[in-house]
């Protein structure tokens, strides 16, 4: 079991940054390999961005070149660097930690995540 707090969203002008983090409690967290998701109103919950335990990263094409995901095992913590952001960034960010542990598995579905954090809102305005 592990619990997820993000933090770090909040109102940003267009072509701005912000750094969201992810802190995990438990012991485990190097185990889990983890993701960013987003939801913006009346759309589907997409995978933004994940990482595996051994360090294998996708970034979506939305993102890529201005996202980039990091952990930190040693603070128990995920991070997702934003820069260059747009309007249509504007969304709930939701990191996740998936169950299946194997060293490599980079999973890219929402089904592949057992544990949710409540989200931080992201808000770009134009």
């Known amino acids: 079991q592990v619990q997820l707090v993000e933090s770090g969203g909040g109102l940003v002008q267009a072509g701005g940054s912000l750094r969201l983090s992810c802190a995990a409690s438990g012991r485990t967290f190097s185990r889990y390999p983890m993701g960013w998701f987003r939801q913006a109103p009346g759309k589907e919950r997409e995978l933004v961005a994940a990482?595996?335990?051994?360090?294998?990263?996708y970034h979506s094409d939305s993102v890529k070149g201005r996202f980039t995901i990091a952990r930190d095992n040693a603070r128990n913590t995920v991070f997702l660097q934003m820069n260059t952001l747009k309007p249509e960034d504007t969304a709930v960010y939701y990191c996740?930690?998936?169950?299946?542990?194997?060293?490599?598995?980079?999973?890219?579905?929402?089904?592949?995540?057992?544990?949710w954090g409540q989200g931080t809102q992201v808000n770009v305005s134009s």
């Open positions: 996740a930690a998936s169950g299946n542990n194997a060293y490599t598995v980079l999973p890219l579905g929402k089904t592949d995540y057992d544990y």
């Open positions: 990482i595996s335990r051994g360090g294998r990263i």
